[in-house]
């Protein structure tokens, strides 16, 4: 009798144990996916950032490719936004950013860091970013060579609708917005290390 009474517990408590795995169980899982899920959206918010300062940092770097106010200038249209834009993409893309949800803006930047001037709107069009609206000219930027020695600011600000990798975002949410904004003071050639 005693054999019969220690068999049946020991199976009762085999059998407690798997129901309690089988509750907890769901409640990990949730708790893995929402760290992954974070912790990728997390990734994809640097990227902007780092994205947003390089693009900065080339068009702080250009100027006005040395057209010192002489406009229009073809050169400078052609090259100026074309290299930042390029420079945003390449970081993006290689950080895994899905570009369809990518909007880019190159503007002239206040002390505050808000537009002062017209935005050049980027967004991406069958593979590559078109500009849809602006006329924020790259040979009208000044850099301290023209003007009385008058130094511009350049903001380059990236919008993106993160979307979940995971899927568990999606049960609440069709996105998340994310933005990032770098300035930096157009200059005598800057030199990128």
């Not at 979940?164 to 996105?175: E, K, M, P, V």
């Amino acid at each position: 009798m005693m054999k019969l009474r220690i068999g049946l517990s020991a199976r009762r408590q085999r059998g407690q144990s798997v129901v309690e795995f089988a509750l907890i169980l769901p409640v990990l899982a949730v708790m893995l996916v929402s760290v992954l899920e974070f912790g990728l959206a997390f990734d994809a918010d640097m990227a902007l950032e780092a994205a947003s300062r390089q693009g900065a940092r080339v068009g702080a770097e250009m100027g006005n490719d040395g057209t010192q106010g002489i406009c229009p200038n073809a050169l400078a249209e052609s090259t100026v936004d074309p290299s930042i834009i390029a420079t945003v993409q390449a970081s993006l893309t290689g950080a895994g950013v899905n570009m369809s949800s990518v909007t880019v803006w190159i503007y002239g930047a206040g002390v505050d860091g808000s537009p002062i001037t017209d935005i050049n709107k980027y967004s991406w069009v069958s593979g590559a970013f078109v500009k849809q609206s602006g006329n924020y000219t790259a040979c009208g930027r000044h850099d301290g060579t023209f003007g009385g020695g008058i130094y511009d600011d350049i903001g380059v600000r990236i919008q993106y609708t993160y979307t979940s990798r995971t899927g568990l975002l999606a049960i609440f949410t069709g996105g998340l917005p994310m933005s990032a904004t770098s300035v930096m003071p157009i200059g005598p050639p800057w030199k990128l290390q």
